[in-house]
């Protein structure tokens, strides 16, 4: 891994504004790849918000750069509700395997709704052996009362030890590095609504070529 984990409380300066204005936007439907619904990636029409949320994100990891032209990132932004009715109550450990780091950015609070990360103790029961099961699941919520999903949702949490949980606390960010083994702790009361804004990086780099440090490369040189 890359990039050390963070916790950052009252990330945004109005968290209900931005709440409202997710509430202005279209959600589409899972491709079954995640759970609930998503809006459309957000530098697609909602550029400046985009750039200011990334920008905030960014300068946790590098304050002194961050007004640098020099510094730059790819990365893509989602709002993501899941309506906790049609889902399972736990969510499967997976890697976000194609992105540098993730951030999550927790806009409801619920008890229990955040997110827990893993470390993998069973090597044969890697993600690849439950996607299919996972994917069936997500895209159609009745299969998740089926005994062959709530079979394969536990064998994939019993291949892996919990090692740290996040209290989904109103305007609290999460980050972590993208391999990092990660599930929801919960998707909440039956009667509740998950809400999040979920940021994938997928590099940050430097416009003239300058190497990048990284924070946990640096940290173990020592």
């Known amino acids: 891994m890359l990039w050390p984990t963070l916790v950052v409380d009252d990330f945004f300066k109005n968290v209900d504004a931005v709440i409202d204005y997710s509430?202005?936007?279209?959600?589409?439907?899972t491709d079954g790849k995640y759970p609930g619904e998503r809006t459309k990636p957000l530098h697609v029409d909602e550029e400046n918000f985009f750039k200011k949320v990334t920008s905030k994100i960014i300068a946790c990891?590098?304050?002194n750069e961050?007004?640098?032209?020099?510094?730059?990132?790819?990365a893509?932004?989602?709002?993501?509700?899941?309506?906790?009715?049609?889902?399972?109550?736990l969510g499967f450990v997976h890697q976000d395997r194609d992105e540098a780091f993730t951030s999550i950015v927790y806009l409801t609070e619920e008890e229990n709704t955040g997110t827990s990360l893993y470390r993998l103790?069973?090597?044969?029961?890697k993600t690849e052996?439950?996607?299919?099961?996972?994917?069936?699941g997500y895209l159609?919520?009745?299969?998740?009362?089926?005994?062959?999903?709530?079979?394969?949702?536990?064998?994939?949490l019993n291949s892996y030890q919990k090692t740290l949980e996040f209290t989904p606390?109103?305007?609290r960010m999460i980050m972590f590095d993208g391999s990092q083994y990660h599930a929801a702790s919960s998707f909440g009361k039956k009667q509740k609504e998950r809400l999040t804004l979920i940021t994938f990086f997928k590099n940050v780099y430097f416009r003239d070529g300058t190497p990048l440090k990284y924070h946990l490369n640096e940290c173990y040189k020592i």
């Open 169 to 171: 606390l109103k305007n």
């Open 23 to 29: 509430k202005t936007l279209k959600f589409f439907k």
């Open 121 to 125: 103790i069973k090597e044969s029961n």
């Open 129 to 136: 052996n439950y996607v299919p099961t996972k994917i069936k």
């Open 66 to 74: 961050l007004q640098s032209p020099n510094l730059r990132w790819t």
């Open 61 to 63: 990891y590098y304050p």
């Open 140 to 156: 159609n919520t009745k299969h998740q009362k089926s005994k062959k999903f709530k079979n394969v949702l536990k064998e994939n």
């Open 76 to 89: 893509v932004s989602y709002f993501q509700k899941i309506k906790t009715k049609d889902h399972a109550n």
